[in-house]
């Protein structure tokens, strides 16, 4: 009875999951390689041709040279903010998230105004239309990633390890090699996974700072599908896409199975280390300072931009934004175009989040008892994380073309948008839960059963509490994507579902200064909206006062 | 044990669903009136009123789908074709209108408003499938602060050592006046001399972007910090410079200059698409985009011209020229030289 039980909770665990991604991803991708004509000898033509060879190179190239400068200069800093208290960490880790959500056609203005010639840096920094500007936005989109997601998970390390590794005798060098570079391994696998697969893709940032002489597979997919019209080859290159998407989500997967630790968690009677003497205060805070500065160059330049026009500093361009200058049928009001980003990010947010939670649940409070469950769970794993590796045009065309099974109400409806974005999110939300949820120590999940505790009780008093940050951090990469995206919506999206990225990028489709006064300040907009966002959400991860902590060191003791 | 956070687990899935239900519904109270469905592209733009109208005599409600840009519209609605989301499509333009009539989207329907079409539209392609609506004319504009009107006397000069560095356009494989420009140079200097020309322009050190944004918010020097005085644009271009301008400009910063050949002329169409059971109504919503009160809407909302010979344009397009001098090409030489001249193109510009 019990077993059948659990086969049955097992199934609701894992249906949910793969039931979603099956209908909204596989599906509609399925459609796209069945309507355009797709054939294997594609793939190997593609793959014959130099061009496209060069093509594939450069967007492995740039996204790993990306990913790998993004963890040099995030892990610095991740620990830092890890393993020091100072005043304003909170505000700097809030900070340092905001670039992901800038539209890039925004982002590349910015970067214009500072790299181009007769730009702010244009004299020292010889960026500007060479890959390295490339490489710069994707390192500014994200850093962040580094500093949160990996920062957060060695904050909780309890510090044990680090004394216990100097007791020994162990150098700084040692401690860091031998102690916190293993145990790391799964966070940095997850952040490296997700910068790799976000620059793998990228569309807008090669399109816009490449000056069109590079060349991407997404943009290479962008420009056969909707100028050339060759379905077949650019289903082939989607291919190729997934395929190697697939790979790099198998080097994650191996790396999280071969380091998997149950760790000592930092507990709340330890206090973090200060910074001792003033001389290492203004060092931390130069560097950070500087980083903060780096990373918020192009949105100061943004909002600066937004009030300063010839007039000189007014609020024109934001009062511009109530009037429908030409009675247009499409004119929304920016509290429309509010309204929808919140609910779309909002909805999209929980969706991912509480799918992810249903995989990691499954897999970990089944996995001893079914080998079955663990091979379950990678494929989960595995087919979650292909929606970040693959085009978005490709996926918006799936989506299009899989209207047919999709009730037609549903179809460009907000739902539709909220899944879509709910998809591209879940792979962050797993990436950001799982290690998070592994790290709890099975003792303290038995302690709680042995005293009494339902499963609804152990996830509600012992689970949740000692997830809260990987949640936190879970959701506000969620929303922060669903803001930022721009390209899937735009095509499944009707005019009144337009979010704020969306209107932005209408007000830069025509000429005049008053349109990309709109679009500075649309930008401007969102940006702030996304900072308060996250600091709000910051503020609910604010550990309570009841101290899950101190239960656990008792645990530990006894 | 464990059911209990299944139970939570249901409840809060069947919530979800519950949630899409109500979306369902909600929307389907609308489909008691007729529904016509318009496909179109991102840069779709009228008035709320017009729509308004068509809506209260017909007795009909119109969903307008923007499904991307020109090419991801016709490229979706080729793959529908069997099953077409929409009703009615917009927006197909000269340098598309082969593959669309190839593919068999559209079924036939001419509407009794054609008579009222400019003489040169109507006679530019004819064929009973597809409508003209409305024209603009991809054009070189230029930053009347560092150029002179005479500087410009040829399409040739732009490869001038005068012009150096000067000019800006966009790769014909991702934006559509790009495509047009390489368009103009194929007609204007022929099959076996554009790709010389772009040479000269290659060696003057043209600039290509990727769309026509980054041309214009980020080289353009009259509309940014770029540096370039020379953009690919349309020629209504100067016109909202005026009408869309903070300072109320009386006169555009930009121009059209006058050259022979200059400007290629994108003709968008619109046409019922095969298949749809609203027939009657999507005829009747083409002869309403044909209308005078429509036609007379779209300058200002698209930044493009009407095809009707009475439209009157708003006073505005005093800054946007109308009679240029235009290359153009036939939409089936289009069709079969478009995919051979942009992969040449790419190969001596880009590769």
Redesign the interface.
């Known amino acids: 009875m019990a077993s059948l039980k659990r086969t049955v909770a097992l199934g609701i665990l894992f249906g949910i999951p793969l039931g979603f991604l099956t209908f909204f991803f596989l599906y509609p991708l399925g459609m796209v390689f069945l309507r355009s004509g797709f054939q294997v000898q594609e793939v190997f033509a593609v793959l014959a041709d130099d061009y496209y060879r060069g093509v594939i190179w450069f967007t492995v190239w740039q996204a790993a040279v990306s990913t790998i400068i993004c963890l040099l200069i995030g892990l610095p800093l991740a620990y830092v903010t890890a393993q020091y208290d100072f005043r304003g960490k909170r505000l700097f880790r809030t900070l340092i998230m905001v670039p992901f959500v800038m539209p890039t056609v925004v982002m590349a203005v910015a970067m214009r105004a500072l790299f181009a010639r007769g730009g702010l840096f244009a004299g020292w920094l010889p960026l500007y239309e060479t890959v390295w500007l490339i490489i710069l936005a994707n390192v500014l989109y994200n850093i962040g990633i580094v500093v949160r997601i990996a920062g957060e998970s060695w904050e909780r390390l309890s510090p044990q390890y680090r004394e216990v590794a100097a007791v020994l005798g162990a150098n700084h060098w040692q401690r860091f090699r031998f102690v916190h570079m293993p145990l790391m391994v799964p966070a940095l696998a997850g952040a490296a996974l997700l910068i790799f697969l976000y620059c793998f893709c990228s569309f807008g940032v090669i399109l816009l700072l490449g000056g069109s002489s590079f060349s991407s597979i997404e943009v290479e997919i962008y420009r056969q599908t909707t100028q050339l019209l060759h379905m077949d080859i650019a289903a082939a290159l989607a291919f190729i896409q997934l395929i190697l998407t697939l790979f790099a989500g198998a080097v994650y997967l191996f790396l999280q199975r071969k380091f998997r630790w149950q760790l000592l968690e930092r507990g709340q009677n330890y206090p973090r280390r200060r910074l001792s003497g003033s001389g290492q205060h203004r060092l931390v805070r130069l560097l950070l300072g500087i980083i903060v500065l780096v990373v918020f160059l192009p949105f100061f330049v943004l909002v600066f931009r937004s009030f300063y026009t010839e007039n000189g500093f007014t609020l024109d361009r934001y009062a511009a934004l109530f009037t429908n200058t030409t009675g247009s049928l499409f004119f929304l009001s920016p509290f429309v175009y509010f309204r929808n980003s919140f609910l779309i990010a909002g909805g999209a947010a929980l969706l991912a989040v509480f799918l992810a939670m249903l995989v990691v649940i499954a897999d970990i409070s089944f996995r001893k008892r079914h080998k079955a469950v663990s091979w379950l769970a990678q494929s989960v794993q595995i087919i979650a994380s292909l929606p970040l590796g693959v085009s978005a045009v490709v996926l918006g065309l799936g989506y299009l073309l899989s209207a047919l099974i999709v009730p037609s109400p549903l179809f460009a409806s907000r739902s539709l948008i909220i899944i879509m974005h709910a998809v591209i999110g879940f792979p962050f939300a797993l990436a950001t839960l799982y290690p998070a949820y592994q790290r709890i120590e099975p003792t303290v999940l038995e302690a709680a059963q042995v005293l009494g505790a339902t499963s609804w009780q152990r996830m509600r008093y012992v689970v949740l509490p000692l997830i809260r940050q990987a949640l936190a951090i879970a959701v506000s990469y969620v929303c922060l994507l669903s803001l930022g995206e721009f390209g899937a919506a735009l095509m499944v999206s009707r005019p009144d579902n337009a979010t704020l990225t969306v209107g932005i990028s209408k007000y830069l489709s025509q000429p005049g200064s008053l349109n990309f006064g709109r679009a500075l300040a649309m930008s401007s907009i969102l940006a702030g909206v996304s900072f308060t966002g996250m600091l709000l959400i910051e503020r609910l991860r604010q550990p309570k006062t009841y101290q899950i902590g101190s239960v656990q060191h008792a645990v530990h003791d006894s | 044990?464990?059911?209990?956070?299944?139970g939570?687990?249901?409840v809060?899935?069947l919530l979800?669903a519950a949630?899409?239900t109500a979306?369902?519904q909600?929307?389907?109270t609308e489909v008691e009136i007729q529904t016509l469905t318009v496909m179109t592209h991102?840069?779709f733009?009228?008035?709320?009123?017009?729509?308004a109208q068509f809506e209260r005599e017909h007795q009909a409600k119109i969903?307008?789908?923007?499904?991307?840009?020109a090419?991801?519209v016709?490229?979706?609605a080729?793959?529908?074709k069997a099953?077409p989301?929409a009703d009615v499509l917009y927006g197909v333009d000269n340098s598309f209108l082969g593959?669309a009539l190839a593919e068999g989207i559209f079924q036939p329907y001419v509407s009794g408003e054609t008579a009222a079409i400019r003489e040169e539209i109507r006679e530019y392609y004819r064929d009973e499938r597809v409508t003209p609506i409305d024209y603009g004319d991809v054009c070189l504009n230029y930053d009347k602060a560092v150029v002179s009107s005479e500087s410009l006397p040829s399409l040739e000069s732009l490869g001038d050592p005068a012009h150096k560095d000067q000019l800006v356009v966009?790769?014909?494989?991702?934006s559509s006046p790009g495509?047009s420009f390489l368009l103009l140079t194929v007609g204007y200097f022929g099959e076996d001399g554009y790709l010389a020309y772009w040479q000269s322009l290659k060696d003057n050190g043209v600039?290509?972007?990727?769309?026509?944004?980054?041309a214009?918010?980020?080289e353009f020097s009259a509309?940014?910090?770029?540096?370039r005085p020379i953009v690919v644009?349309?020629a209504t271009?100067p016109a909202?410079?005026?009408?869309?301008?903070?300072?109320a400009l009386t006169e555009p910063p930009t121009a059209v200059p006058a050259i022979p050949g200059g400007c290629f002329r994108q003709i968008e169409y619109a046409g019922v698409l095969t298949g749809t059971d609203q027939a009657e109504l999507a005829g009747e919503f083409i002869d309403f985009m044909l209308s005078q009160e429509y036609q007379e809407d779209i300058p200002?909302?698209m930044?493009v011209y009407p095809v009707r010979a009475d439209a009157e344009l708003p006073e505005v397009f005093v800054h946007a020229p109308q009679t240029v001098a235009l290359t153009t090409l036939r939409p089936e030489e289009i069709a079969a030289g478009r995919?051979a001249w942009?992969d040449a193109w790419t190969d001596l510009m880009?590769?």
């Open positions: 044990m464990k059911l209990h956070v299944m939570i687990i249901t809060i899935a979800l949630g899409c979306d369902k909600e929307t389907s991102d840069s733009d009228v008035s709320a009123d017009l729509v969903e307008f789908l923007q499904s991307g840009d090419g991801q016709l490229n979706t080729v793959l529908q099953n989301l593959r966009m790769n014909p494989a991702t495509l600039k290509i972007t990727s769309g026509w944004e980054d214009y918010w980020g509309a940014s910090e770029g540096e644009s349309y271009s909202a410079e005026v009408y869309f301008s903070e300072g200002l909302k930044w995919d942009i880009m590769r």
